[in-house]
């Protein structure tokens, strides 16, 4: 167990710490990356302000909705209006890259090197940035995919031919009736592939990632590990902080990293095993570790 305070370190200089982190990175035998919300808001996928603006401006006039996320629970009146807000939501955070290149420049840093994802997001920026599919486990979900709304089974649907087909004929904030999406097997509408109840489908893919995840630590268990955390806030520590916690203070080998802005902690038992900074993960990244991905 650990302590309930957790503390930042504060002896060194930023310059120190990076200096840390290079070390870590550079003798790590591997590296888990455990990658939050923070990481694409680094990255460009803000969820208000200019973004939200410049994709959902009909929406707000209409409906008063301020920004993405509360967007998505908006009580639409309709399906052909419901799927007109997500089919732009999906398609702006799914299946176009980040407007920064964060996610590439973490690829390059990771390059060559043994490593695994974890991570809260429903983006698949990873994927995007090229990073190896069979190295990722998405735990929430996954904004390219569909799912029963009941559900009445465990499988989850591709979405993105339908997607780009609701983008390309909607007007007046409303798809077309028949490119709604519903059950294969019981008719009900579909929905997304998210954890925000207990309706979450995980599917085989799911499972499969799960295990690939699981064999990874496990067979490098003891080893030189860097669990590089980076803007996983304590929303869900959970699935990703508290592991990383708990596999580093299990292993005297490992170096626990958190990159956040505003919340670059780590408890006091793990203290001599982690580097904890604080700022934007884009900028360490870009003006650190290699400079800018294409």
């Not at 983006?123 to 995007?128: G, I, T």
């Not at 997304?192 to 489908?201: E, G, I, P, T």
């Amino acid at each position: 167990m650990f302590s309930r305070i957790s503390t930042r370190k504060s002896t060194e200089t930023c310059s120190d710490r990076i200096e840390r982190l290079k070390e870590a990175l550079d003798s790590a035998d591997a590296v888990v990356i455990g990658a939050g919300a923070g990481l694409s808001a680094s990255a460009g996928l803000t969820y208000s302000g200019e973004r939200f603006e410049k994709n959902f401006g009909d929406f707000k006039e209409k409906y008063g909705i301020r920004d993405m996320y509360s967007g998505g629970f908006y009580p639409f009146d309709t399906l052909e209006e419901y799927w007109a807000w997500w089919s732009r939501h999906i398609m702006i955070n799914r299946y176009e890259k980040a407007p920064k290149p964060v996610y590439g420049d973490l690829r390059k840093l990771v390059e060559g090197r043994d490593y695994f994802v974890l991570t809260t997001n429903v983006d698949h920026q990873f994927q995007l940035a090229g990073f190896d599919k069979a190295r990722l486990f998405y735990t929430q979900g996954d904004y390219g995919l569909w799912q029963c709304a009941k559900p009445c089974h465990q499988k989850t649907y591709d979405n993105e031919e339908i997607v780009r087909q609701m983008i390309a004929e909607q007007r007046d904030m409303k798809v077309p009736a028949e490119l709604i999406p519903r059950c294969p097997l019981c008719g009900r509408p579909m929905t997304m592939n998210l954890r925000c109840d207990r309706a979450f489908v995980q599917d085989e893919g799911w499972y499969a990632a799960q295990a690939r995840c699981q064999a990874f630590l496990s067979e490098r268990e003891g080893a030189r590990i860097l669990f590089l955390e980076l803007g996983v806030g304590m929303n869900t520590p959970v699935i990703i902080k508290y592991p990383f916690w708990e596999h580093t203070r299990r292993n005297p080998n490992a170096v626990y990293a958190c990159l956040n802005l505003g919340q670059a902690l780590c408890p006091k038992e793990i203290r001599t095993q982690s580097v904890c900074i604080d700022g934007d993960i884009g900028h360490i990244l870009r003006t650190h570790f290699g400079g800018l991905s294409s």
